[in-house]
């Protein structure tokens, strides 16, 4: 069965640049989107389509795709970025969500 | 502005129903450009899709593989909300369920509104 497959916890010092993965077939057919998850808090869209970002979304955040993998990078990583993200794409049946990966901001 | 709001019970016991409603203001729920999703997050399995229904000249439903045998996801035009029920439920079920809406197109799922989350537990 198709599935996206993301890094471990991640961590990243204040102010640098991380990079996080998501691998799936899916993604031979399908851009990654990709989310931010704070406790008690609902996902935020923060990545769409090829490289979009929804209005108000920081430019530090941006996206790439390559074949099977998607990336999302933060550039200057601030405090606040402390959180689970996730990646999801369509498939031939629904939609798939990464596993998530914790970013830890130190 | 889109919203979203959701209403439901936090407990339910084990080998009953859950069932949880999503109202939306801001959209329509037949929409012809939206999908209509319900979606869960736990500590074990993360982002967790459940399924949809949208409307395109008439009504589609899909399904995740984990829950196809015992979900249904119906919509309600003349309340403009959408409704996830999910039987025969056991601990396992426990999380954070969240309605959301799709906007992307057929390459890209995109969630950009979603509710704010009920926490359901399944416990007797």
């Known amino acids: 069965s198709s599935e996206l497959t993301q890094d471990p916890p991640v961590s990243v010092a204040l102010g640098q640049t991380v990079r996080i993965t998501c691998q799936g077939d899916?993604?031979?057919?399908?851009?990654a989107s990709w989310y931010q998850h704070k406790p008690g808090q609902a996902p935020v869209l923060l990545m769409f389509g090829k490289n979009n970002r929804p209005s108000g979304i920081p430019g530090r955040f941006s996206g790439s795709n390559s074949g099977i993998t998607a990336s999302l990078t933060i550039t200057g990583a601030q405090a606040e970025d402390e959180a689970d993200y996730y990646c999801n794409s369509r498939d031939t049946s629904g939609i798939l969500f990464g596993g998530g990966t914790k970013l830890t901001v130190l | 502005q889109v919203r979203l709001q959701q209403s439901g019970p936090g407990l339910v016991k084990p080998s009953q129903t859950l069932s949880l409603t999503c109202a939306i203001s801001g959209d329509t729920v037949s929409s012809n450009s939206a999908a209509w999703n319900w979606i869960r997050q736990s500590p074990s399995r993360g982002l967790e899709w459940l399924g949809r229904?949208?409307?395109?000249?008439?009504?589609?439903?899909d399904y995740g593989v984990s829950v196809k045998s015992r979900i249904a996801i119906t919509a309600d035009t003349s309340k403009n909300h959408f409704a996830l029920q999910l039987q025969s439920v056991t601990p396992d079920d426990t999380a954070v369920y969240y309605c959301?809406?799709?906007?992307?197109?057929?390459?890209?799922?995109?969630?950009?509104?979603w509710g704010q989350g009920l926490h359901v537990t399944v416990s007797s």
């Open positions: 229904t949208y409307y395109r000249s008439k009504w589609f439903n």
């Open positions: 959301a809406r799709d906007q992307g197109d057929i390459w890209t799922s995109k969630f950009d509104f």
């Open positions: 899916s993604l031979k057919t399908y851009y």
